[in-house]
């Protein structure tokens, strides 16, 4: 299993990507998850990639606007950190206005080289060898 997630707080986010795999995959598991973020860096995401990802964006907030609990907790969050609160509409319309150029740029920037971590849980002794995988 490898999939990729994120968390956004008001001051930072992060992306990280977890693979459940055999440890004798592990050093080729790392060069494709490097080689596709590389990959993000250089090319890009595609207008398709973006209009999935606004789908899928759009569908999760509508989604979490069902249970009052998530819009409570946003709300108190937003009033905590002084956060300016927008409303769902609001909010919708931000992610709409999101063009292929910023997500473009943001990509550069996360995924440049120097800026990736890793964590390896498991018996692997080669560290240094793993480090070289992460250098541009």
């Not at 986010?13 to 590389?38: C, S």
């Not at 209009?51 to 937003?78: C, F, H, N, P, W």
């Not at 009033?79 to 609160?85: E, G, T, Y």
Request: aromatic fraction near 4%; proline fraction near 3%; avoid cysteine.
């Amino acid at each position: 299993d490898i999939h990729t997630d994120n968390d956004v707080f008001t001051n930072r986010a992060d992306l990280a990507t977890y693979a459940g795999i055999n440890h004798d995959n592990l050093e080729q598991v790392i060069k494709l998850i490097v080689q596709e973020y590389r990959k993000t860096a250089t090319n890009g995401v595609t207008q398709s990639e973006m209009d999935l990802a606004k789908e899928y964006i759009l569908g999760q907030m509508s989604r979490s606007l069902e249970e009052s609990s998530v819009l409570a907790a946003t709300l108190a969050l937003g009033k905590l950190f002084n956060d300016p609160n927008l409303t769902p509409q609001q909010e919708i319309e931000a992610v709409k206005r999101v063009t292929l150029e910023e997500v473009n740029h943001v990509a550069q920037d996360v995924f440049r080289g120097g800026r990736m971590n890793l964590v390896v849980l498991g018996p692997h002794k080669n560290q240094k060898q793993i480090e070289k995988l992460l250098k541009p």
